[in-house]
């Protein structure tokens, strides 16, 4: 398990392209035939993949975490943003469709990831499945809950005159599958649009990270972070990562259209809990 220590908006002029990458950006989080995971100390969160790759692939547990197994005082959301697969959750199977969102509770030992097998109606030609992973510190817990795409709450957000046009998709939230802490969902931009959350904003009260997914091969996300009135950017690529600190804000323009997760814990599960970073504020 990778470690990434928090860091503060005075830190952020010092660091150079690397610095950011370094610190913010997960550029490996889909590796075949393991569990990647980064533990970052803001919220304690930790985010990582998991790519069966056609064998079974248990959730392992983290030496750093200090735990008996890796959810015994955590909660973990996934969304697969690959093909078809299964995640079984203490004896009990899901199957999750590309874009599907599984919510396992605090307590749950035995995690194992798999590719859905030709028996369930699916080509064994099919791309493998991809499982986005994000864990969140919960001190009660909730059931285990699967909703696939299209049947959380649906928000469409933006105008194409400005090019943000967008279907955001709550799948983990307090009117939704409940949490102890993390808030998570998919939002896909419509053709023709390439901003995402824009005006921007920051919570100071939550951690957000967001994965960068169906971008394609030639195309990228700038992504904004930092203080509104000290920004920065990360160029990003396909199915890789961000962190962002409560205190930065978290936007971003691509070449093309583009889909990403966006997960969140920290002290509350309001969405509309947002300090507005107007444009005209930005610098």
């Known amino acids: 398990m990778e470690q990434r220590y928090a860091t503060t908006p005075d830190q952020l002029p010092q ?23 980064v533990y970052t100390h803001h919220d304690r969160i930790v985010l990582g993949g998991a790519v069966p790759a056609g064998k079974q692939l248990p ?14 005082n955590r909660e973990l959301g996934i969304v697969n943003v690959g093909g078809t697969g299964t995640v079984t959750a203490d004896g009990q ?8 969102c599984l919510y396992i509770g605090r307590g749950t030992r035995d995690v194992v990831f798999a590719d859905a097998p030709p028996a369930d109606g699916f080509a064994e ?45 709550q799948y983990i939230h307090e ?18 649009s390439m901003w995402n959350t824009m005006p921007a904003h920051t919570h100071d009260r939550r951690t ?21 009135t000290e920004t920065r950017h990360l160029v990003t690529a396909d199915r890789q990562a961000v962190i962002s600190p409560s205190w930065s804000v978290h936007s971003g323009v691509g070449t093309a259209a583009y889909s990403f997760v966006w997960a969140m814990a920290g002290e509350n599960q309001s969405f509309d809990d947002m300090d507005p970073a107007p444009v005209t504020v930005l610098r």
Do not use: W
């Open 15 to 37: 660091f150079d392209t690397d610095d950011l990458r370094a610190r913010y950006l997960v550029e490996r989080v889909f590796v075949p035939g393991e569990v990647t995971a």
């Open 59 to 72: 959730l392992l547990t983290f030496d750093e975490l200090r735990a008996e197994y890796s959810l015994a």
């Open 208 to 228: 957000e990270c967001y994965l960068y997914f169906d971008v394609p091969e030639d195309a990228r996300v700038i992504h904004l972070l930092g203080e509104p």
């Open 125 to 169: 030609s099919e791309a493998g499945a991809q499982f986005y992973l994000f864990s969140a510190p919960a001190h009660t817990t909730c059931p285990t809950q699967l909703v696939l795409k299209g049947e959380g709450t649906v928000r469409e957000l933006g105008d194409q005159l400005t090019s943000n046009r967008r279907s955001l998709n």
């Open 93 to 100: 199977t899901y199957t999750l469709p590309k874009g599907a």
């Open 175 to 192: 009117h939704g599958i409940r949490s102890c802490q993390i808030m998570m969902g998919v939002t896909e931009l419509h053709p023709g």
